[in-house]
């Protein structure tokens, strides 16, 4: 049997790895103390040493935190993370689509579509709900100038989960998805697309038995960055929801307030659903490679 010849490892190669032991307990370590200090008994506190082990402050979120209606803002926060979802992966597919093409003002297109990403998030999510102050304004006028008493009275505000908050949120995951969504087209092979034409095939069955398939695993990464970054969302969310609360805004307003481990059961809900998430993404997105594998299915 030969030998095995082991390589030296070079002078460098220890302190880098030191420093990325150290990244990596920096960026997870965190998130670590939280799941651990969320499984302590009825006892337990907001720091070490653990008190207990137990489901404790898990039966507690269930049961309700104060005035916080946590399960309604689990609700509000995964039904807008599936329309940004939605949307997200829509708009990116066709606007990647629309772009394969030259387009007269292309380029501004572009910028000006991701020009959200440069701008502090509070500062936009300021912007809109502004925006939609000033809708309000002008709805209340022109209602009271139509003599529309009965509307005006029952006539709230344009600010709401599927308005101005779903407006924030596809500013933050929407350029995303396009910046995603262009660079899987800029290295298309168009002679796919070429072939099923000489088949006989129609744009939409080449779309659809073609490219589609292709950049199947491409849409998926994009609907869970649309899904994710919404889930997560607060700065974006703060002046632009109204008088409701999503599950980050909740979480942030019970730090001032819940002084109990419960707190922390309620992060690692949170992050849990999150990596649930990303975990059927990556799943889905394995499964998609697999079937355009010859000979696999």
């Known amino acids: 049997m030969q030998a095995r010849v082991s390589e030296a490892r070079a002078p460098g190669f220890w302190p880098l790895a030191a420093v990325f032991v ?30 207990g082990v137990s489901l404790h402050w898990f039966r507690q979120l269930a049961e309700g935190l104060g005035t916080a209606d946590i399960g309604a803002a689990f609700r509000r926060s995964l039904a807008l ?28 297109l572009f ?41 005006l009275e029952n006539y709230g505000t344009a600010l709401g989960l599927f308005t101005s908050a779903l407006g924030a949120h596809l500013t933050w995951t929407l350029p995303f ?11 298309f092979n168009p002679a796919y697309e070429e072939a099923a034409r000489d088949l006989g095939a129609t744009p939409w069955q080449s779309f659809r038995h073609v490219v589609l398939p292709l950049i199947g695993p491409s849409i998926v990464g994009i609907g869970m960055f649309g899904f994710t970054l919404s889930w997560d969302e607060i700065a974006r969310t703060s002046q632009a929801i109204g008088d409701v609360n999503t599950l980050p805004l909740e979480l ?24 649930g998430v990303m975990g059927l993404t990556v799943g889905l997105a394995l499964l998609l490679r697999r079937r355009q594998t010859p000979g696999r299915r």
Not at 81 to 107: D, H, Q
Not at 123 to 141: E, N
Request: without cysteine; charged residues 5%; glycine residues 14%.
């Open 111 to 151: 910028y000006v579509s991701i020009a959200s990403l440069i701008m502090p998030s509070i500062i936009v999510s300021l912007g809109i709900g502004l925006q939609f102050r000033l809708i309000d304004t002008g709805l209340k006028s022109a209602l009271g100038a139509l003599g529309a008493d009965g509307m």
């Open 177 to 187: 998805g396009l910046l995603i969504m262009f660079a899987v087209f800029n290295r």
């Open 22 to 51: 150290l990244f990596v307990l920096f960026l997870y370590g965190p998130m670590f103390t939280i799941f651990v200090l969320s499984f302590q008994g009825p006892e337990g506190g907001l720091t070490f040493p653990m008190r």
């Open 81 to 108: 993370g599936t329309a940004v979802m939605a949307l997200t992966v829509g708009l990116s597919v066709l606007a990647g689509l629309a772009f394969r093409k030259r387009l007269a003002g292309g380029g501004a």
């Open 252 to 275: 942030q307003g019970l730090t001032s307030t819940v002084t109990t481990p419960a707190i922390y059961a309620l992060g690692t809900v949170t992050t849990v659903v999150s990596l």
